[in-house]
């Protein structure tokens, strides 16, 4: 028998398996840092790449921007955003700094989440500013993207005499990977920004996947935007499954997100199985709060079972459904398929919000049937998009064998989010 750990909030949901179930994990879990996590950030910032040390650049700026990761990302910020100010204000004491967090489409964060973060110190004595994406007086225009979708970005992004970013880098589900530009857009872009590159035509393109840059028209319109907002220096860390740094990289906003890229994609990248019956989670707390983020771990799903096989999600949602008009389109829709249809139709300029995550649960539900494992409450929200609610793991695998037989072929997939999953041919 094998043993599997699924992260299911900040807990996890252990279960015994036959040998024959594939197990298909990050190689991170084997990857083991020489170093502790501060000192990997450390030596990250002493050997940026591409650019000059941070110490060097802060020099005679007034004014200094840092974009950090929202609440729905697991960046060590407790860790990172002491050492990156420190490293600021050892050669500029003085200096301005505002910590923009960069909630992108989401909802604002909370004090309490700001806290939870960063610890109370940095929330009671720095600048914080929380992205807000619809309010357009936060917003300054700046070039067109080449999309041709209009680029507003946050003014206190483009208002700053040195704007960096810190962030971690992972395999993302339609730009490839997180990271780098992506702090820029969509994390501190006016939403009609966010809604013209996440368009339906942009979604549906076969380069929009899991661990590709080249040829990603997503990826090419936030590389632009992090060029025209200046971003001069960026701070990316690499976790593993634990929230614990495995490796970091500082420097120019490409280079180092390249190589932060390349060491990811050498420890995520898997090989399909094509299984009956695909099993994922949203990689815990705090990536699996809702189901709009664990729309993500679906697609390693997707990827690791065959055409027609059952996937089985295993995901906390302890804040419901996400996004309301992502829970009320497949509400109101008869079919799954009709909802495909639908946002196939629509034109870049009236791309509606969760209009992305919308597409690719339709594009999952049309062709897999999705069984979906969370906390009781959440049992009418999952039957209404068009899912079937499971209270737990093994009524889930009942269901699903129940589908493909006893002897289907099982694959689990323990973090969805932390993996390349190449579909078998």
Not at 39 to 62: C, N, Q
Request: aromatic fraction near 6%.
């Amino acid at each position: 028998m094998k043993q599997v750990r699924l992260p299911y909030g900040k807990e996890f949901i252990e279960l015994e398996v036959g040998d024959d179930a594939d197990i298909l994990v990050s190689k991170a879990g084997d990857f083991k840092a020489e170093k502790s996590q501060e000192d990997l950030v450390r030596d990250a910032l002493a050997h940026p790449i591409g650019t000059e040390k941070l110490s060097e650049l802060v020099k005679g700026k007034k004014t200094i921007t840092i974009i950090s990761s929202d609440h729905t990302r697991p960046v060590p910020s407790a860790i990172t955003m002491p050492i990156l100010l420190e490293e600021i204000r050892s050669t500029n004491p003085d200096a301005e700094i505002t910590i923009l967090i960069a909630t992108g489409f989401h909802r604002p964060t909370t004090h309490e989440e700001l806290v939870a973060k960063y610890g109370q110190e940095i929330v009671d004595n720095e600048h914080i500013v929380v992205h807000k994406s619809g309010v357009d007086e936060d917003m300054v225009e700046l070039d067109t993207l080449p999309s041709g979708g209009r680029l507003l970005l946050n003014k206190h992004a483009i208002n700053t005499d040195l704007l960096i970013a810190e962030g971690f880098i992972e395999p993302h589900f339609f730009a490839g990977f997180s990271g780098g530009r992506k702090s820029i857009l969509p994390g501190v872009a006016s939403e009609k920004t966010v809604l013209a590159n996440h368009c339906s035509k942009f979604i549906a393109s076969d380069y929009s996947r899991t661990g590709i840059l080249k040829e990603n028209p997503i990826h090419k319109d936030m590389e632009f935007a992090a060029e025209q907002a200046k971003l001069a220096f960026i701070l990316n860390v690499v976790i593993d499954a634990e929230k614990k740094i495995i490796n970091a990289f500082a420097g120019d906003r490409v280079k180092a997100h390249y190589e932060g890229t390349e060491f990811v994609r050498g420890l995520s990248t898997i090989d399909g199985v094509n299984a009956d019956i695909a099993i994922t989670s949203n990689g815990g707390y705090p990536l699996d709060q809702n189901v709009y983020q664990s729309v993500k771990s679906m697609t390693a799903a997707e990827a690791a079972a065959a055409d027609d096989g059952v996937i089985i999600e295993v995901s906390r949602c302890n804040d419901g459904h996400g996004g309301e008009s992502f829970y009320k389109t497949f509400k109101e829709a008869a079919t799954p398929k009709d909802v495909e249809d639908r946002v196939l139709q629509i034109p870049m300029e009236e791309t509606i919000p969760d209009q992305w995550e919308i597409q690719i649960l339709a594009r999952i539900l049309v062709r897999h049937k999705v069984i979906f494992v969370t906390d009781p409450e959440n049992r009418q929200l999952i039957e209404d998009m068009h899912m079937t609610y499971a209270e737990n793991i093994e009524e889930a695998l009942r269901m699903a064998k129940e589908i493909k037989g006893e002897d289907a072929k099982i694959a689990f997939v323990p973090d969805g989010v932390s993996v390349i999953v190449n579909k078998k041919k």
